[in-house]
């Protein structure tokens, strides 16, 4: 799942999405057709990716994990090498305008 397939299926379905927290809660919302999907950082976000290798994948970065926009930067980039479609950011509004 793409950002792209999500655009060009604009208001020809509901999407639902879910914070999963381990594999077999994405598995299960996969095959439930729930192909947006949250997760948290953690160990298990490479299983989680393994397990829902075509959903979207929002991962949630700590906040208070970064104590520049430059960190928040490369901390975003390596939460996508482990799996992240995309990175959800709490900090401020510099940190995100970096991102």
Same mark, same amino acid.
């Given at each position: 799942? $793409?950002?792209?397939?999500? &655009?060009? &299926?604009?208001?020809? /379905?509901?999407?639902? &999405? =879910?914070?999963? !927290? $381990?594999?077999?809660?994405? +598995?299960?919302a996969?095959?439930?057709?729930? @192909?947006? =999907?949250?997760?948290?950082? !953690?160990?298990n976000?490479?299983?989680?990716? &393994?397990?829902?290798?075509?959903?979207? =994948?929002? @991962?949630?970065?700590?906040?208070? +994990?970064?104590?520049? *926009?430059d960190?928040? @930067? /490369? =901390?975003?980039? +390596?939460?996508?090498? /482990?799996? +992240?479609?995309?990175?959800?950011?709490?900090?401020? *509004?510099?940190?995100?305008?970096?991102?």
């Open positions: 799942m $793409t950002v792209s397939d999500l &655009q060009s &299926q604009k208001g020809s /379905r509901k999407w639902l &999405q =879910l914070h999963v !927290d $381990t594999p077999a809660e994405a +598995a299960a996969v095959a439930c057709d729930i @192909v947006i =999907l949250s997760c948290e950082p !953690d160990h976000l490479e299983l989680i990716r &393994q397990a829902a290798p075509f959903a979207f =994948l929002s @991962v949630g970065m700590p906040h208070g +994990a970064v104590a520049s *926009p960190e928040a @930067v /490369r =901390l975003g980039f +390596a939460m996508m090498k /482990r799996g +992240a479609d995309a990175v959800y950011c709490s900090h401020s *509004p510099r940190f995100i305008e970096a991102m």
